[in-house]
């Protein structure tokens, strides 16, 4: 077969690390770190992103308050104990957003990325949604009894939660991103 002059072109390549692809962890943790940017939540920035068995985003989040409730007062306080004062009773975490904006017809069978582990209300919404798969970045509420609830919730529900520890790959990769690159 003749071949075009745009066989000599360099052709689109995958992401890459250090000369290698990136990892598929790498870069799902590099997207659910990115969207938790994304938080208005001034203390603690969480988000999450459901990947389907194909390797394919299927729905992306970060803690937020309830969609049109952004500016009307809500208090963004943190601390315990929890009052109504505090941002706990209503803000929307970052896995139930993500569930929420999927873009696919389910969630059956998927993994999601979350930069921080989920709580006890999250891990029940994961249960049911039918995801199978959680790999977390930070652990910073394991003393807490909503995590302590989630760990025992996801143990029944044959769930494994997997921590993500390659975080310098994961800086690395985010750092190495060009916008100006050709
Ligand atoms: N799995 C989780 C756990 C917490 N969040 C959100 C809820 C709050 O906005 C924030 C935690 O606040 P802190 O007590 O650390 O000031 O993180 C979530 O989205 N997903
Ligand atoms: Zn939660």
Redesign the pocket.
């Known amino acids: 077969m003749a071949s075009s002059s745009k066989d000599n072109e360099p052709q689109p390549q995958p992401p890459t690390q250090a000369g290698g692809p990136i990892e598929d962890d790498v870069y799902f943790m590099a997207v659910a770190l990115m969207f938790a940017k994304k938080s208005p ?1 001034p ?2 920035k ?1 988000g999450a992103c459901i990947v389907n068995q194909e390797g394919n985003i299927v729905g992306i989040g970060y ?1 937020k308050m309830p969609n049109g409730c952004e500016d009307k007062g809500l208090p963004w306080k ?1 601390g315990r104990p929890k009052g109504l004062d505090k ?2 009773l209503y ?1 929307c ?3 139930l957003n993500a569930i929420m904006n999927k873009t696919s017809m389910d969630v059956e069978g998927c993994t999601i990325y ?1 930069t ?4 006890n209300e ?1 891990a029940k919404l994961i249960i049911q949604s039918g995801i199978k798969g959680v790999v977390y970045l930070s652990n910073k ?1 394991k003393d807490y009894n909503e995590t302590k609830a989630a760990v025992k919730l996801f143990r029944s529900a044959g769930i494994e939660p997997r921590q993500f520890l390659a975080k310098r790959e994961v800086a690395d990769f985010l750092a190495s991103i060009d916008p100006f690159a050709e």
């Not at 921080?116 to 709580?119: A, D, G, I, M, V």
Request: charged share 20%.
């Open positions: 939540d203390n603690t969480v803690n943190r941002k706990y803000v975490h970052a896995e979350v921080l582990y989920p709580c999250c509420h």
